[in-house]
């Protein structure tokens, strides 16, 4: 059975557009790309048969059947609003759905930490996450809330920076004592590299480093490239085939067990930063700021 308001994030959509006048601006103050939001609007007006915007090319401007339904669409929204704080209770007890998205080396390693003190506290809260290494679109997939790794470009989003986490290079101690251990940079071109391919480039990127006190970046000649799984690159160094750059959070349980052993710790320190990322718009739920709150605070 359908859903039958499987289309309310586009209605959403209509309501930003109609509020900032343009779609590159409500794409801005949504988080996502102008031709996203017009092929919502796209959809809506099939949907509804009828034309809400005309498009210009300077502004954006209402019919008067789409200044009718943004009236409605506006009333409807302040509903859902109050109804979600009814549900809170007279406590304040917060409850519904917050839908997120991590990448694979913080949602393994970092992240349930962080959410176990909140889902605690919010029993009536539930919390959908999805684990993977990509860059999901907040908007049109329905997430509240992301964690990104690196510098972020300049979206629109909110951001919330979580950790600064340093990076080493590790291999296992059979391959060092099969491949020998390298005593510089220059050296690791003779290495069995194991590197990670990036979804949203299809390149490897460069291992950070420093050389004489400054930062410096590094291009592994990978003998083996590592699709979608970024820990495959960490799993593959244990096993003893090569050499990897990881972050020491993840390597820090085989390092104690001598499972890996720290390469170049000279030419290590480097940092990538993590962020929390959101729509700063203001339909984000009670639920959504609390955990927004909750992990800055960490």
């Keep these: 059975m359908p859903r039958q308001f499987d289309y309310l994030a586009d209605v959403e959509v209509f309501t930003t ?71 809170q209770g007279a406590d304040g007890e917060l409850a519904g759905t917050i839908r997120i998205s991590a990448p694979t080396t913080y949602a393994h390693y970092k992240l349930p930490a962080l959410l176990q003190p909140f889902m605690e506290q919010h029993p009536h809260v539930m919390i959908e996450l999805s684990i993977a290494n990509r860059n999901v679109d907040l908007v049109s997939e329905g997430y509240d809330m992301a964690i990104r790794l690196g510098a972020l470009p300049d979206s629109g989003l909110a951001a919330r920076k979580l950790d600064d986490e340093e990076l080493m290079l590790v291999a296992s101690p059979a391959y060092l004592a099969r491949a020998g251990t390298p005593q510089s940079v220059a050296e690791l071109a003779g290495h069995s590299c194991l590197a990670f391919v990036m979804p949203s480039t299809g390149k490897v990127p460069p291992w950070l480093l420093t050389e004489h006190g400054a930062d410096t970046e590094w291009q592994p000649p990978p003998r083996l490239r590592v699709m979608d799984d970024v820990l495959g690159v960490v799993s593959l160094a244990r096993q003893g085939l090569g050499i990897c750059q990881t972050y020491r959070f993840v390597a820090a349980g085989p390092l104690q067990r001598g499972e890996l052993v720290q390469v170049l710790p000279q030419h290590g320190g480097r940092t990538r930063p993590f962020s929390l990322i959101y729509p700063p718009h203001k339909r984000l739920s009670a639920a959504s700021r609390a955990l927004i709150a909750a992990l800055a605070q960490h």
Aim: hydrophobic share 50%.
């Design 17 to 87: 557009v109609a509020e900032k006048g343009t779609i590159s601006a409500a794409a801005v103050a949504l988080g996502t790309t102008p031709s996203v939001l017009s092929r919502a609007i796209a959809r809506l007006e099939a949907r509804l048969g009828t034309q809400l915007i005309r498009r210009t090319t300077r502004r954006l401007s209402l019919t008067d059947a789409g200044q009718a339904y943004l009236e409605q669409a506006r009333a409807a929204f302040t509903v859902l609003a109050d109804a979600e704080r009814a549900v």
